[in-house]
């Protein structure tokens, strides 16, 4: 394996020169010096006794940040190497675990700076009534081992069968620990709560230690099986990986989603069926957008289940800001996820033509798919919000507000790639892209447009005329973006 990755330095590929160096060393400074600050903003806010209500919901978000960060491994690879290597590298007799052993090393680096930032919320939401150094070093080594032995599992699961029921039992496990945590907040279980906050110091090192243990272990293990991971698995993860770097490079977030939807579709065979005898023109095109929900049962139910998000946010600390930022995105990745039919028009103007519907009255067809889920999503997490903030109620504004999300998500399925030739302005924090910048602004700007009755509520409370507003206001938002398409 030496010779090889000598072989490839002394062609030019590889080698790195004091430029690069001294790049790498720069970026690395400015994100320290950009991630201390924050950092010791975090550490200064844990408080020091325990809140039943901030503790469980802080067990709630961690168990989901690592469930999220295990089902994005799993999906991703997590073993994966550049084309070129893919291409030679792993079918190439040389050791499968030298020619592995680079991405294991960054896989493990990933995990470990993931796992400081799951033990830093954990000793937040848990509080530290003494000896805040210890405990917070006994939290980032908890959270490490816990990230490290996940993503070891994920290794581990690429390669076998067996290990990925394990890993999915784990990620299981690891929601119901959530719902567990997040029931026990309400009032059933605040004595347990409190007892696990108020823990001493000895039994916070045991379990530091103990997960320790059982992430080397598992560590170890995965080292073992990468020499006999099969390379169809490691050349799957490599395209996958690929794709997705591209997408990165070119700032265009939205290849992402096109290759996800893509790979899930093309090894699946599906029934044929008529379009419904009742539906015509427009709306039986919009059917489709029905009909590929329906069948995906798990995301619906993963979207149900993200409605408590902003209650846990304001919870574990947040307060109503950071419970207002969790519904705007909540809303959006909800109302977007009906939207794959008007991405498709947007991508291939022949294609919409060639269905035979007016753009108007397609485009309004397609807006009823995403209103419903922005505004059914948008009134479960408000009524979820409202059992935990006072001041409420909130959930009214849902359905209100679901016209102005379908407008904005449409928005955002039919936007033009990232234009790069745009220019760079200068703010007082630094030079700012335009073109990415207006790329991320195109759906949100039309979407705030049209609840700003409804953030007036947050900020003043909920009256009539406000509902009566952000009905109004909502509506027109979505009438006229509907009008706006041309033959």
């Not at 790329?439 to 009566?468: E, K, N, R």
């Amino acid at each position: 394996m030496a010779q090889a990755r000598a072989f490839v330095r002394a062609r030019g590929r590889g080698h790195r020169t004091w430029s690069d160096r001294y790049m790498a060393l720069m970026t690395a400074g400015l994100l320290v010096v950009l991630a201390a600050p924050m950092v010791g903003r975090a550490v200064a806010a844990v408080p020091d006794g325990v809140d039943p209500a901030r503790a469980g919901a802080g067990l709630a978000l961690t168990a989901l940040l690592l469930a999220g960060a295990l089902v994005f491994a799993r999906v991703l690879g997590p073993v994966a190497v550049p084309p070129a290597d893919a291409a030679w590298l792993v079918l190439s007799p040389l050791p499968r675990r030298g020619v592995l052993a680079r991405s294991l090393l960054v896989l493990a680096a990933v995990s470990v700076g993931i796992g400081a930032v799951v033990g830093l919320a954990l000793l937040s939401a848990l509080g530290a009534p003494d000896a805040l150094t210890l405990r917070l070093l006994a939290a980032v080594v908890l959270g490490a081992s816990w990230a490290l032995g996940g993503m070891a599992t994920a290794v581990l699961a690429q390669g076998s069968a067996s290990w990925d029921g394990r890993l999915v039992a784990v990620i299981a496990a690891l929601v119901v620990v959530a719902a567990v945590a997040a029931a026990m907040a309400a009032g059933p279980g605040q004595g347990v709560l409190v007892g696990i906050g108020s823990a001493s110091l000895a039994a916070w090192t045991a379990a530091a230690s103990a997960s320790a243990a059982v992430a080397a272990g598992l560590a170890g293990r995965a080292w073992t099986a990468v020499a006999r991971i099969p390379a169809r698995a490691v050349l799957d993860a490599s395209t996958r990986a690929g794709l997705a770097t591209g997408a990165v490079a070119l700032m265009d977030p939205s290849a992402l989603t096109w290759i996800a939807e893509d790979a899930h579709w093309r090894t699946r065979v599906l029934r044929s069926r008529a379009w419904p005898a009742r539906l015509r023109g427009a709306a039986a095109v919009a059917w489709l957008d029905w009909r590929r929900l329906a069948r995906r049962p798990g995301r619906l139910a993963l979207m149900a289940a993200a409605a408590v998000l902003p209650a846990l946010a304001a919870q574990a600390g947040g307060g109503v800001a950071g419970a207002l930022v969790v519904l705007a995105t909540g809303a959006a990745a909800v109302a977007a996820a009906g939207t794959a039919g008007a991405r498709r028009d947007a991508g291939d103007a022949a294609l919409a033509r060639l269905l035979g519907a007016g753009p108007r009255a397609l485009l309004a067809a397609r807006a009823v798919l995403p209103a419903l889920l922005g505004g059914a999503w948008l009134t479960l997490a408000l009524a979820a919000l409202d059992a935990a903030v006072p001041g409420g109620p909130f959930w009214p504004l849902g359905l209100l507000c679901a016209p102005a999300l379908a407008a904005g998500a449409l928005r955002m399925a039919r936007r033009r790639p990232v234009e790069h030739t745009l220019p760079v302005m200068d703010t007082p924090l630094g030079p700012v892209p335009l073109g990415p910048l207006v790329w991320a602004l195109t759906g949100a700007d039309i979407a705030l447009l049209g609840c700003a009755p409804a953030l007036l509520a947050f900020a003043g409370g909920v009256t009539a005329p406000l509902l009566a507003a952000q009905a109004a206001v909502g509506m027109a938002v979505l009438a006229a973006y509907c009008a706006a398409p041309r033959r």
